[in-house]
């Protein structure tokens, strides 16, 4: 009971201290130093369901934060298995790459039980990628959808190269429409990863696009303000989570 009791204070504190970093960086100050903590548990209900959607993306910077500097949370990860046996409380459902150098988890420095995670080259969205976000914000509760591009990506320049194999072939087709809708000047080739960025952050507006067109349900609770839909791209050099609102 005790141990329940320091980790809620812990979470509670770091979330505070997210948000008044958030202040100080609106402000121009510099940022708030924040004291590596102890996730002993994973999300309880009453400290999900207290969160607004803005604090879990200042959660997230803290994170990403902490991950950058080499810092994380000591997490303890079979006290977080145990915990969450009886139920599941995550504050977010996201919606990353496959690339195997932008594991959102890690970068993000989450726990088990924190966040829903959906996986996918080139992080489109689809009718089951849709449903398993329905549940996971109407069903299950999560307070934000974070739809999580990166830099150099494969999927991306495949696309922009016309790369054909398979099942692939189709997938790829899903990113083309960023490639049209991005405006560059430059080279317009896979081989200019400057380009190959800028079509993946077009991507991740499309995919956010798509996800209000094609899910009624998250749109309408997004038009309540019960959840957030929000974009973001991983940059592999550095290790910043960019986060933007579309």
């Known amino acids: 009971m005790e141990q329940n009791q320091s980790t809620q204070l ?4 770091i979330l505070k201290q997210a948000l008044a970093a958030s202040a100080l960086s609106i402000t121009g100050l510099a940022a708030l130093s ?9 999300f309880s209900k009453e400290e999900r369901d207290g969160m607004t959607p803005q604090a879990v993306i200042e959660h997230f910077k803290q994170g990403n934060l902490r991950f950058r500097e080499n810092r994380p949370a000591k997490h303890d990860y ?4 145990r915990s969450s046996i009886a139920g599941q409380y995550p504050a977010a459902v996201i919606l990353s790459c496959i690339d195997s150098r932008a594991p959102a988890e890690i970068v993000l420095d989450t726990g088990i039980g924190e966040t829903f995670n959906s996986r996918i080259a080139g992080n ?4 089951d990628i849709l449903g398993s976000m329905e549940f996971a914000c109407a069903f299950a509760g999560a307070k934000l959808v974070l739809v999580m591009g990166h830099t150099r990506c494969g999927a991306i320049r495949g696309a ?14 899903e990113v083309k429409p960023a490639i049209e809708k991005t405006e560059y000047s430059g080279e317009r ?3 200019n990863y400057d380009f190959v960025d800028a079509v993946a952050r077009k991507n991740v507006e499309l995919t956010i696009d798509n ?3 094609n899910s009624p349900v998250l749109k309408n609770l997004e038009d309540q303000q019960k959840i957030k839909i929000v974009g973001s791209m991983y940059h592999l050099a550095g290790g910043k989570v960019e986060f933007f609102e579309v």
Do not use: H, M, W, Y
């Open 78 to 81: 079979l006290a977080q298995k």
């Open 189 to 191: 080739k896979g081989s």
């Open 160 to 173: 922009i190269d016309n790369a054909e194999l398979g099942n692939l072939t189709g997938l790829l087709d």
């Open 10 to 13: 812990s979470r509670r504190t």
């Open 34 to 42: 924040v004291p590596s903590i102890s996730f002993a548990a994973s």
């Open 124 to 127: 489109i969205s689809n009718r």
């Open 211 to 213: 996800i209000r067109k």
